[in-house]
């Protein structure tokens, strides 16, 4: 397993746009298991490869059954429908100790592919819909602090910066 780290902000990676994947080998499944297994290291719920500065768009994400815990990737994810609103409070592997409250669509329909290129389709609401949009936000170069007002992305940044100098 190669020792990949997670990118921080202001890593300028994170603002790249990601390039589809359309070569379905052993690389892009073995990139999926170790994003699932550095998602879970880290105790993450999501992660997107770039994250880990590799600008592909895959994106793993965590969802919890009632006794079970598994991890779920998508490839080349692209939003076919959206509903609703959700105000739901977020943060970022990518930005510790942060958080804020972001709105985002409350019902999606995304469609993919899976690590063996066939395609797959979510329909998803709530919670996993906030994560899948916050992940394929990054795969556009898009943060979370993106979808704040300006005084408020600013103010977090700041606390955030204030915080990565104490660590
Ligand atoms: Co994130």
Known sequence: MINYEIKKYPDPILRKISSNVDIFDNAAEELVSEMAAIMLEKNGIGLAAP?????????????????????????NPQIIEASGSILAEE???????????????????????NKFGQEVIYETDKFWAVII??????LNGK?????????????????????????
Not at 91 to 98: D, E, T
Not at 133 to 138: A, F
Not at 143 to 167: E, N, P, T, V, W
């Open 91 to 113: 943060g970022c592997l990518s930005m510790p100790k942060i958080y804020a409250s972001v709105k985002r669509y409350a019902c999606i329909r995304v469609k993919g592919k």
């Open 133 to 138: 949009q916050h992940e394929i936000d990054h």
């Open 51 to 75: 994250q880990i500065g590799i600008c592909k768009r895959i994106i793993v994400f965590k969802t919890v059954g009632e006794d079970t815990e598994t991890v779920e990737h998508l490839i």
């Open 143 to 167: 943060l979370f602090i993106d979808h704040l007002s300006a005084i408020k992305r600013r103010l977090l940044i700041s606390k955030y910066k204030k915080q990565m100098s104490k660590d």
